[in-house]
């Protein structure tokens, strides 16, 4: 099992940015897919986007496709997602993942996660 504690969610205008961070411990990061899962009040938890271990495949949800960036620093083990042009229905708490092995889209193959960082985004 890895560990994971996001940070750097907060309260931004519309069309502001924000980048949140994930650090890693416990097993080889490299060996893991890592990815952003989002969960808006009262909807259910979504793919936001994931990035192979290599750091050469990155794969986004349609609806933050152009906006958001994900990326991996293997020497600091921290994933981290870039956040522009936000939307008010970027609304919801980001949660990260680790998918051993995998490079998936699907929450069920991420067997860690972490607690969950609060994005509020303000018209």
């Known amino acids: 099992q890895v560990q994971l504690v996001e940070s750097g969610g907060g309260l931004v205008q519309a069309g502001g940015s924000l980048r949140l961070s994930c650090a890693a411990s416990?097993?080889?990061?490299?060996?893991?897919?890592m990815g952003w899962f989002r969960q808006a009040p009262g909807k259910e938890r979504e793919f936001v986007s994931v990035?192979?271990?290599?750091?050469?495949?990155?794969y986004y949800a349609d609806s933050v496709k152009g906006r958001f960036t994900i990326s991996r620093d293997a020497a600091k083990n921290t994933l981290y997602l870039q956040m522009n042009s936000l939307k008010p229905e970027d609304t919801a708490v980001y949660y990260c993942?680790?998918?051993?092995?995998?490079?998936?889209?699907?929450?069920?193959?991420?067997?860690?996660w972490g607690q969950g960082t609060q994005v509020t985004v303000s018209s």
């Open positions: 993942a680790a998918a051993f092995g995998k490079v998936s889209t699907t929450g069920t193959d991420f067997g860690s």
């Open positions: 416990g097993r080889t990061f490299s060996s893991y897919g």
């Open positions: 990035i192979s271990w290599t750091g050469r495949s990155a």
